[in-house]
């Protein structure tokens, strides 16, 4: 298992990055219409690891599509930097948990990660620069001639999360990126969303099933409820940084906090 080796780079000074504020969101209309986001407020700092966990169907994508300005909110709002979200920000990035709909076939590593810089009018030298940097952080720049299906599934992902950095957001919203992999892909994949935060300074909130994987990765955890989703509760994590898979799961604080988020989700 990979120990991370970073101090986290979280300012002293927090600065709000996002605030959503009174989030709604409502599909269909008139005897059809189904309200899933009820009211969410809360708030990310700069440089903060948010993990958003709820009960299954809770609205947690619905969430994150709201954030990423994918999908327009019935009503409140989310900010970016103090700017209302009404459609993708620039300064954000997304990783889902489907990489092999995320990655092009057809183009190599490389041009997997190059292309959307090129579509944002990036400079050759910068993008060869940036792209290098990206892979170098995911341990992939061996790999970069090579095409997505000649890679395992955690190295996919690790293109994914590569390609994301290399355009250099300022907030990284991640949908279960860890879902598709197995276990021990898993941790390392953990461990990498941690260095490259603490790497890169970004501003990560990243939804998550699984409540171990929460409490490992986060600052802090907010806990949504269902029919309809309402933050049910905010949980500050503590643990000692860097974290590390034995010694940090080993923590009675861990376990503490793990079984407080897991009631709080039992309650639906
Ligand atoms: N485009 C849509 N139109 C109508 N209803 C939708 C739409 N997208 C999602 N829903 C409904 O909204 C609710 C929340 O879905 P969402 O995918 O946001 O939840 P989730 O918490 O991410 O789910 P999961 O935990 O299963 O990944 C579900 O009942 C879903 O059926």
Redesign the pocket.
């Known amino acids: 298992m990979t120990e991370v080796v970073t101090e986290p780079n979280v300012p002293q000074q927090a600065e709000r990055r996002l605030t959503i504020e009174g989030l709604c969101k409502t599909?269909?209309s008139g005897s059809n219409a189904?309200t899933?986001l009820d009211g969410l407020t809360f708030d990310v700092n700069a440089g903060e690891f948010v993990c958003i966990v709820?009960?299954?169907?809770?609205?947690?994508?619905?969430?994150l599509k709201c954030l990423s300005g994918l999908l327009p909110p019935t009503s409140g709002r989310a900010c970016l930097d103090g700017e209302a979200i009404t459609g993708p920000p620039e300064k954000l990035a997304l990783v889902f948990q489907e990489y092999t709909r995320s990655l092009m076939p057809w183009l190599t590593v490389e041009k997997n990660i190059t292309l959307p810089l090129r579509n944002k009018g990036v400079s050759k030298r910068e993008r060869g620069e940036r792209t290098r940097e990206a892979l170098e952080a995911v341990s992939l720049a061996d790999s970069r001639r090579h095409y997505p299906w000649q890679l395992s599934g955690g190295m996919q992902q690790r293109v994914a999360i590569a390609r994301a950095l290399a355009y250099q957001p300022e907030v990284l919203v991640m949908d279960?990126p860890f879902a598709s992999v197995d276990a021990q892909t898993r941790f390392e994949l953990e461990d990498l969303a941690q260095r490259v935060r603490a790497q890169f300074g970004v501003t990560v909130v990243f939804?998550t099933?699984d409540i171990d994987e929460a409490v490992y990765l986060a600052d802090r955890v907010v806990v949504l409820g269902s029919s309809p989703c309402r933050v049910r509760e905010i949980i500050p994590v503590n643990l000692a940084a860097p974290r590390d898979q034995v010694r940090t799961k080993a923590d009675p604080a861990f376990t503490e906090l793990r079984s407080r988020v897991f009631e709080l989700i039992r309650k639906g």
């Open positions: 599909y269909g189904k899933v709820g009960p299954s169907g809770a609205g947690k994508t619905t969430l279960e939804v099933h």
